[in-house]
């Protein structure tokens, strides 16, 4: 090579290289300015976590399709049945239109039914036990200023829009109060605080509004968090996570509510740390007396506590930590949980990664020296988001705790036995689960996409002589040794059902490709003759009579929902 060659061969590998650098610089620069992270941060940068609502504007989210609503995989599937180590359910889905949509947790009970409230508008819903009707009631929750909300920061980063969290009826000597906890945005401060307010409420106020108008209730706002956490400094992009909600009724005509911290821990710059400061009211169960007017702090050092229940002398708080952080608390009166000083769980990181601690805690991570520990943790993290004790269900369930989790898509069933949890039975149900009730001998939960449900034990009706013989012939024909096992289809959602429609089960393509419905003339040629009816099927064939099959069609007809709600 002559030494021009070379002259000129030079000058390329330096121009690549430093278009290289130039490249990475311009990404990196990107990245600095638009998450704040530096490479000398001891931190890593937070991954979101999947329990999180989504930021929005105040949409109208009845209006949009179902997988297009925040927060919350589709709908699909719905189960019938829900089987579970001691009892299976049925499963009765209140209301699958959209207009139930943004339905927030706090199911509390009220009369002969529930009542909820929509997270974005604040509407009071009601569902109504005697005429299952799920509707709108005359009454909503303050307006809370969500339109003078700024939707992001200075520097762009997305603000958590205002939610209103919980509605509660309570009762008094003059009648009947209605509680709300929600987020309030401060316009002449531009900061936020999280507000309970109390207005009374007219005895006509909880009726549909169809074809009547709405009623402004005179409402006294008797709680608003301190300090006003503003929202146009920099850091503010986390204001909003960790709300709280919890609210509870006692036998005093007191209020419990708990608090949460509003996302600042102190930790990525989120500051002022506000559960451990002296004069703070974030992380923190509180009592309102409505007589006295008077509000008293009852225990501190929470995440985002999200519902109380009291179980006798116990007071049971659900509190949502960071990644294997989740707690179950038995609160007990000046007690201080340690948030954000100690946790068991580790800041939000790439599971893969074995970067694993929480910056407070580095040395003593998975301990409370010094602090109140927790009753129980989860690990993997549900984001727990209701807890309800259940009484007057089954005896069989009699007194456990039932808490709903987002993430994990499930019911968790707890033993306790006085102030200890002795054991845990994980329910799937295939949603992220917004809130759970125990009342009048049902199970409500709550679905994030705001659809209502409710279970009731199948065992309960075994009470029924009719019942008990149409199990007694069932099992005479040897039809329980297989539908008893959750892969083969259930009995009592078989007659009057579409053929191949039981959620979970595996039909043989023949029998999903049958079509129709299980009517009596179907169920009788099917166990006539099983490959005769849909070639192929997995259907075992069985020798029976004429009268034999007319007993069991007359069994499955007997056991079937709508057959067993008309008694």
């Known amino acids: 090579m002559s030494i021009l060659q070379k002259e000129i061969a030079i000058p390329f590998p330096r121009t690549l290289a430093a278009l290289v650098l130039s490249a ?40 949009l399709p179902l997988q297009e609503q925040v927060g919350s995989p589709p709908l699909a599937p719905t189960p019938q049945v829900l089987n579970t180590s001691l009892l299976n359910f049925d499963v009765t889905w209140v209301s699958l239109d959209r207009s139930m949509a943004d339905l927030a947790g706090g199911l509390s009970e009220h009369g002969n039914g529930v009542l909820s409230v929509k997270r974005l508008s604040g509407e009071v819903w009601y569902y109504d036990k005697e005429t299952n ?7 909503a929750l303050p307006y809370n200023n969500r339109s003078d909300l700024p939707s992001q920061t200075v520097d762009g980063r997305a603000i958590y829009p205002l939610r209103y969290r919980s509605a509660l009826v309570l009762a008094d000597a003059e009648g009947l109060l209605l509680a ?67 609210l509870l009724a006692t036998e005093r005509g007191t209020i419990l509510f708990g608090v949460g911290d509003l996302g600042k821990d102190g930790v990525d710059d989120r500051v002022p740390a506000l ?36 179980d006798g002398d116990n007071l049971w708080a659900t509190d ?55 009753a129980f943790t989860w690990v993997p993290s549900i984001s727990p988001s209701s807890i309800s004790l259940v009484r007057g269900v089954h005896p069989r369930w009699e007194n456990n705790l039932l808490v709903t989790g987002l993430t994990g898509h499930a019911l968790s069933r707890l033993i306790v036995d006085g102030d200890r949890v002795i054991g845990e039975e994980r329910i799937p149900f295939g949603h992220r689960l917004r809130s759970v009730l125990a009342a009048h001998g049902r199970i409500y939960v709550l679905t994030d996409l ?80 099983t490959n005769q009816f849909a070639p192929g099927t997995v259907m075992p064939q069985s020798v029976l009579s004429e009268s034999q099959i007319s007993e069991i069609v007359g069994a499955l007809r007997t056991l079937s929902p709508d057959s067993v709600s008309n008694r």
């Open 275 to 310: 559960t451990q400061a002296d004069d703070s009211d974030f992380g923190r169960i509180f009592e309102f007396d409505p007589l006295t007017n008077e509000t008293k702090r009852i225990a501190m050092g929470l995440r985002n506590p999200q519902v109380l229940v009291r």
């Open 450 to 529: 705001g659809v209502l449900t409710y279970l009731t034990p199948r065992q309960s009706q075994a009470d029924s002589s009719e019942i008990r013989l149409a199990l007694d012939i069932l099992r005479k024909n040897d039809c329980l040794q297989c539908h008893n096992h959750p892969d083969w289809p259930s009995l009592s959602h078989v007659y009057g059902a579409r053929i191949g429609s039981q959620p979970g089960i595996g039909y043989s393509p023949a029998l999903m490709a049958k079509g129709g419905v299980w009517t009596p003339e179907n169920l009788s040629a099917f166990l006539a003759n």
């Open 24 to 63: 990475f610089v311009f990404v990196f620069g990107m990245l600095v300015g638009y998450y704040g992270i530096y490479p000398w941060e001891h931190v890593k940068f937070l991954v979101v976590p999947s329990d999180v609502e989504v930021a929005t504007q105040d949409l109208p989210l009845q209006n």
């Open 133 to 139: 009707r799920l509707f709108q009631t005359r009454v």
């Open 180 to 246: 709300g906890f929600y987020s309030f945005y401060n316009v002449e401060e531009k900061c936020r605080v999280m507000r309970l307010s109390i207005a009374r409420l007219p005895s006509d106020a909880l009726q549909p509004i169809d074809n009547t108008s709405g009623i402004q209730l005179d409402w006294n706002h008797v709680f608003s968090s301190n300090p006003c956490i503003t929202v146009s400094g920099e850091s503010d992009y986390l204001t909003g996570w960790q709300e709280g909600g919890a």
């Open 320 to 374: 949502q930590g960071p990644m294997g952080g989740d707690e179950l608390n038995l609160i007990q009166a000046g007690a201080n949980y340690g948030w954000p000083e100690v946790t068991f769980g580790v800041n939000y990181t790439d599971l893969r990664d074995d970067y694993r601690e929480w910056p407070p805690q580095q040395s003593t991570l998975g301990h409370h020296p010094d602090h109140s520990k927790p």
